[in-house]
């Protein structure tokens, strides 16, 4: 575990979903439903979290992600809950997915992926030569070869759905395979609720994470009282 809030803040999610599942994470982060926030299942998610810690070193307190990946790359840690972009310190280590390392989508029985990325943003203007150029730097992001070779080296998932992905890694291939189903699939919270509501929902995990003496049904508390303050 790296000692940073969105490290914190994404391996909670995990555990959220692992344990509350797709329902609970929708009733407490779409509907806004406080008895949800208050419940017995999201007090297992506080829970379950809580007893992370007991299994992350000393040495955790503000480590960057990769100096964490390296960790479990050197066989000195034993898991970590991290994005596709952590498949890449595994590759320039010349692990293999598979055979060196594995990957857990979850943890959970019924799995679900929280679909995100990053975008690109081309400014409106008057220019055709500046919009052609737009056009034709978006048909090559786009491109199926292009979205191959991109995902395939990141270790993320095409925006597309008709690439041939088979040079996929054993790790992608899981993702893949959630995609199929429209059940596996959720919206990240920072997608359903606005960056403040966000920003201090993830500094609440970091405190409860950084104070074992918060009791859960504190924690639970702030957190349905953020739910609905917040937009």
Do not use: H
Not at 17 to 22: A, D, F, T, W
Not at 34 to 53: C, H, I
Not at 195 to 213: E, K, Y
């Amino acid at each position: 575990m790296g000692g940073q809030g969105w490290q914190e803040d994404l391996t909670f999610d995990d555990v959220f979903m692992g344990v509350g599942g797709k329902d609970l994470w929708n009733r407490v982060y779409v509907d806004r439903d406080e008895d949800a926030a208050k419940s017995e299942e999201m007090a297992k998610v506080f829970e379950t979290f809580g007893k992370l810690r007991d299994l992350t070193d000393e040495g955790s307190a503000g480590r960057n992600w990769n100096d964490t990946t390296s960790l479990v790359v050197r066989g000195k840690a034993a898991a970590q809950a991290m994005g596709d972009w952590a498949r890449g310190e595994f590759v320039l280590a010349g692990k293999k997915a598979g055979e060196d390392y594995g990957c857990v989508p979850g943890p959970s029985e019924n799995p679900v992926l929280t679909t995100g990325g990053d975008v690109f943003i081309f400014p409106k203007q008057d220019n055709p030569e500046v919009e052609a150029a737009q056009l034709r730097l978006a048909s090559m992001l786009l491109d199926p070869d292009v979205q191959v070779k991109f995902n395939t080296a990141k270790g993320s998932t095409p925006v597309r759905g008709d690439v041939n992905m088979a040079s996929a890694d054993a790790c992608m291939q899981k993702g893949l395979a959630l995609l199929e189903n429209d059940d596996n699939i959720a919206l990240p919270k920072n997608a359903i609720l606005s960056s403040d509501t966000d920003g201090r929902i993830q500094d609440l995990v970091s405190q409860f994470w950084t104070t074992p003496s918060m009791t859960i049904e504190d924690v639970q508390n702030q957190f349905a009282e953020i739910l609905q303050d917040g937009s």
